[in-house]
């Protein structure tokens, strides 16, 4: 059973950081594809960052460039998003996804809220 649990959400200031962290059960994660989205109430869910299996790809979205990154450690098969400057806007439910051929499979989510 393909299984993803995020970690690390909290409350933090403007301008803080978080690192979220995504671990990974029932498959392993260096076959596929892994990215975090986001949703805040009232709003469609939004791709924040993807990253190949290797990890020598990355890809965010314009509001999160130079201040998210997104990494792996296929080995402990754990994804991290490290998120800096956060700004009020960020404030969501962040998602671990895995992408596999046919579908992809989600996390719970864990709760970003940036607020002074």
């Known amino acids: 059973q393909v299984q993803l649990v995020e970690s690390g959400g909290g409350l933090v200031q403007p301008g803080g950081s978080l690192r979220l962290s995504c671990a990974a059960s029932?498959?392993?994660?260096?076959?596929?594809?892994m990215s975090w989205y986001r949703q805040a109430p009232g709003k469609e869910r939004e791709l924040v960052a993807t990253?190949?299996?290797?990890?020598?790809?990355?890809n965010y979205a314009d509001s999160v460039k130079g201040r998210f990154t997104i990494s792996r450690d296929n080995a402990k098969s754990v994804v991290y998003l490290q998120m800096n400057s956060l700004k009020p806007e960020d404030t969501a439910l962040y998602y671990c996804?895995?992408?596999?051929?046919?579908?992809?499979?989600w996390g719970q989510g864990t709760q970003v809220t940036v607020s002074s």
């Open positions: 029932g498959f392993t994660l260096s076959s596929n594809a």
């Open positions: 996804k895995a992408q596999f051929f046919n579908r992809g499979y």
């Open positions: 990253i190949t299996t290797a990890g020598g790809s990355t």
